[in-house]
């Protein structure tokens, strides 16, 4: 695959145009759209990075995968705005997107407050599945990840969170459908509150 690149765990990650010239951009929203439905043969999952969900086009490109995956800080405000995206979902007739949706939540300290438990136990009620994932230094680091060295605990949250998107294999060996899981950002790679 000579448009992607095999990161340190195996995994073939598709990359954008860093330099932004007349001739030489990003692929737009809609370009993103047909690279993944082409991929979606090929693959079993495809993760990709959208803008911020709160615009129309994030929230029509949401409803059509099987896994939104929603990546928020480990604040109450980051919690909040996790949920008051999937309120807006479900205002809009998304409602269905909300309730198969993924909720990761990402410490940045290594022990969030109470206040933080008690929003991601109001947050587990309106999700499929809410993962924290605990603070790690490697995680913390301005760095591509390499999970290899993060710590145990966070290793095994990020099974888990892998075993929450993904559909679980067949027992009968039959077809298993490629999934889509999209993680909406903010400048950090997280919501912004």
């Not at 309730?99 to 009620?125: F, G, I, M, N, Y």
């Not at 990840?145 to 075993?163: K, M, P, Q």
């Amino acid at each position: 695959m000579q448009w992607t690149r095999r990161g340190p765990t195996g995994l073939h990650a598709l990359t954008a145009e860093p330099q932004r010239t007349s001739s030489r951009r990003p692929p737009a929203f809609t370009e993103t759209v047909r690279v993944i439905s082409a991929l979606g043969p090929h693959t079993s999952a495809v993760l990709a990075e959208l803008p911020p969900a709160d615009v129309r086009p994030v929230w029509e490109y949401l409803s059509i995968v099987t896994c939104p995956l929603l990546v928020a800080r480990a604040s109450v405000d980051g919690v909040r705005h996790a949920l008051h995206l999937l309120s807006q979902l479900r205002t809009a007739g998304l409602g269905a997107v909300a309730d198969r949706t993924v909720l990761a939540v990402v410490a940045s300290v290594p022990k969030p407050s109470r206040d933080v438990r008690a929003a991601c136990h109001q947050a587990s009620e309106r999700v499929a599945a809410l993962i924290p994932v605990p603070w790690d230094e490697h995680l913390a680091r301005p760095e591509p990840v390499d999970v290899r060295r993060c710590r145990r605990i966070t290793r095994r949250a990020l099974v888990e969170l892998a075993a929450a998107c993904l559909p679980p294999k067949p027992l009968d060996g039959g077809d298993q459908q490629p999934i889509s899981a999209t993680a909406p950002s903010g400048a950090s790679g997280m919501p912004t509150p």
